[in-house]
């Protein structure tokens, strides 16, 4: 069985964002992978729609992901095209494989990442311990434990293969490879977002989900078939496109969307570079997310700031919170009863744990701990990435989190300090400015798998920034030539030149 009226139309919208992402293009040889790159995707999407087997299908991304890294492209600007524009990045596809060892999307691109980490290693960087090792490592172990408490021995094997191989290969690899050129990291990144946000585009527009029904081809129950039920805020449908729920997709457009200021900060004014921003940006608000919109605000305020554009950081903010109030689809008593029910969360949820706050529990919901928290859905939804860690792996999970997420901050003052070029620094300020606007929007999700990948990755290019930078400066300094103790010249008795 073949959704082929639905592969005909995601191929024909990678076509149609191929376009403005050629014509950016500097080299004569990018031209050729951004085709390599939307045959991939186009493939991809393909066996997503079709009855091939899941764990196949995932298989199948690990080798279409790994098989298109090559030694002129840094292995993040590949990833990250991966990441934005295919549905495994979002978690459309689930689980598959063996129940005790399940093959997910964030391990399947892990996976590639590893092939890809060993098939070349002429990216490959030496560089030091750094602190946020630790804490990264102690966030996921620690949260494994907690999450794997009064659990059965399969279900505590689960946990560990889904949270802690992944995050822990992503992080190690992609800080370990080099980053040559920021600016296509930059751009691969808005391409794959771009071909993300036109299908969030079309099923506003159309009100056709393109990944729904996957369940019933795919015959497997694990499957997360959404948008079976179509979300809708003031009589409009929020899009899902290649996400596994609106707030996702707002969250990671409203990312991309900070990439692209930044780019455009590189490139300056370009019209097929304007379009993909265009496409971005409509793919937001295609989505209805207020995080989306947050997001992009506390990203390019950031940004602005760091380069010392006081003005426009201010009035960015102050016009997206204007949108969000003037515009009634978004305020309104929606806005006020979301606002209300989330200050109750904050507040409630605490109290709610009481002892269990410290190592977390996540039998809480189930046990009706917090069915004073019950929306309008008929479901505790705790819109807060930060207060769910809570539930699950309490205080000494979320501690280490926080930990790593400020420990973006001092790399990004070390590369200040190693005087980097206008690119690598805009780079930097756009990772930094990244992990700033996830900080704000985690703390509006519910649905934060993609998102808070995101955060790992961030901090992992600027390791990978800053031990690249470092190796340059050492390069580029004077050897000293040894001290060598030398006799002085005594003049004795010459002998006559012979003639």
């Known amino acids: 069985m073949f959704m082929w009226k639905n592969a005909v139309v995601l191929i024909g919208l990678l076509m149609m964002v191929s376009l403005p992402a050629t014509m950016l293009v500097r080299q004569r040889w990018e031209r050729g992978y951004v085709a390599r790159l939307v045959i991939a995707a186009a493939l991809m999407a393909c066996l997503t729609v079709s009855a091939v087997p899941m764990l196949a299908t995932q ?137 993300g946000g036109l299908l969030c585009i079309f099923e506003t527009l159309r009100h056709w989900p393109l990944y729904a029904g996957i369940m019933g081809i795919k015959q497997d129950m694990w499957t997360i078939d959404s948008p079976r039920l179509w979300l809708e805020r003031g009589g409009i449908a929020r899009s899902y496109g290649p996400y596994s729920h609106p707030l996702t997709g707002g969250a990671m457009l409203g990312i991309a969307a900070i990439a692209g200021w930044a780019l455009w900060q590189i490139r300056g004014r370009s019209g097929p570079l304007g379009v993909l921003l265009l496409l971005v940006f409509v793919g937001l608000a295609s989505t209805l997310s207020r995080s989306g919109l947050v997001a992009v605000a506390v990203g390019i305020m950031t940004f602005q700031f760091l380069r010392g554009r006081y003005l426009l950081a201010v009035l960015i903010p102050f016009a997206g919170l204007t949108a969000v109030v003037a515009l009634p689809i978004l305020g309104g008593a929606d806005a006020q009863f979301s606002t209300t029910y989330r200050m109750g969360l904050m507040i409630g949820v605490p109290k709610a744990l009481g002892s269990h706050i410290w190592i977390g529990y996540r039998e809480a919901i189930l046990q009706g701990m917090l069915d004073q928290f019950i929306q309008g859905q008929g479901i505790v939804d705790l819109v807060n990435v930060y207060l769910g860690l809570l539930v699950e792996g309490g205080v000494v999970s979320l501690l280490p989190f926080l930990l790593f997420l400020a420990s973006s901050y001092p790399h990004y003052r070390a590369i200040r300090r190693l005087r980097p070029d206008r690119e690598q620094l805009i780079f930097a300020q756009a990772l930094i400015s990244i992990q700033t606007a996830l900080v704000v929007s985690l703390a509006l999700l519910s649905n934060w798998v993609a998102p808070m990948q995101i955060s790992f990755i961030t901090v992992a290019l600027l390791i990978a920034l800053r031990t690249q930078l470092s190796a340059s400066r050492v390069a580029q300094q004077p050897r000293r030539e040894p001290l060598v103790a030398e006799a002085p010249v005594v003049d004795g008795e010459r002998l006559p030149a012979l003639r």
């Open 59 to 195: 298989i199948v991304f690990l080798i279409i992901v790994a098989a298109c890294f090559t030694r002129r492209v840094p292995m993040a600007a590949t990833y990250f095209f991966f990441f934005f524009s295919t549905p495994a990045a979002g978690s459309l596809l689930k689980v598959a494989g063996a129940y005790i060892s399940p093959l997910t999307p964030f391990l399947s691109f892990s996976g590639a990442l590893v092939a890809g980490y060993l098939l070349h290693p002429e990216h490959h960087l030496r560089r030091r311990f750094s602190m946020s090792d630790i804490y990264m490592l102690a966030f996921v172990v620690i949260y494994c434990v907690c999450m794997s408490l009064r659990d059965t021995p399969t279900g505590i094997a689960r946990t560990f293969v889904t949270y802690v191989i992944p995050y822990l290969l992503t992080y190690q690899i992609l800080s370990r490879v080099r980053i040559d050129r920021v600016e296509l990291v930059l751009r691969l990144m808005l391409f794959g977002a771009a071909a």
